[in-house]
């Protein structure tokens, strides 16, 4: 199993232009999420996901879109990159179903993204 | 605003030292989560605790919840080099997904 997989590992965008971070799971896990991660600071959550077809806003939305059409799947999509937006982006995973492992989250290895 | 904050924010002991880190949070909760970042990577599940649990134990890792005081803190005994991350507790509050990650501890084990 791979786990969490995240594409690419390192991005330098120039502002206005856009993009689309990958993040992938093999765990039939159903909820992802997108965290971003600015130096010295705890993650902060963007968006979030309990299922295909089902997303949701965290505590720092704007800039940033989400859709989730498969289980596996859950890009991050920056429409018109900002300065702002230079951070380190992480893939979450977890079971929501109520077992052992319920509530543990998985991470993926993190997107370095630079906006100029 | 982030609801959890960790104290301290730095902290450097030496091997075989207990490290203890405290975490504080603002709303009722499911659980509470502590994980281990090692520089630049991904972070890692360390230990969970549910709501109607007051203490937890996982190896060489003791973790304690007070909801009254909406507080927890971890535990690290007889810590070692390996031990050397930031540690963050995580929160989600009751009837949510919503997780919020306080700003972390960054702990330095002295060989």
New interface residues.
Partial sequence: NAG?TQTPKFQVLKTGQSMTLQCAQDMNHE?M?W?RQDP??????IH?S?GAGITDQ??VPNGYNVSRSTTEDFPLRLLSAAPSQTS?Y?C?TLR?VQTSGA????????TRLTVT | SQQGEEDPQALSIQEGENATMNCSYKTSINNLQWYRQNSGRGLVHLILIRSNEREKHSGRLRVTLDTSKKSSSLLITASRAADTASYFCATDRTGTYKYIFGTGTRLKVLA
């Avoid at chain 1, 509530?103 to 993190?110: A, C, D, E, N, S």
């Fill in positions: 969490v909820y999420s965290y010295g600071m705890g993650l902060r959550l979030y309990v965290g505590e380190v992480f979450a929501t509530g543990k989250q998985y991470f993926g290895p993190g």
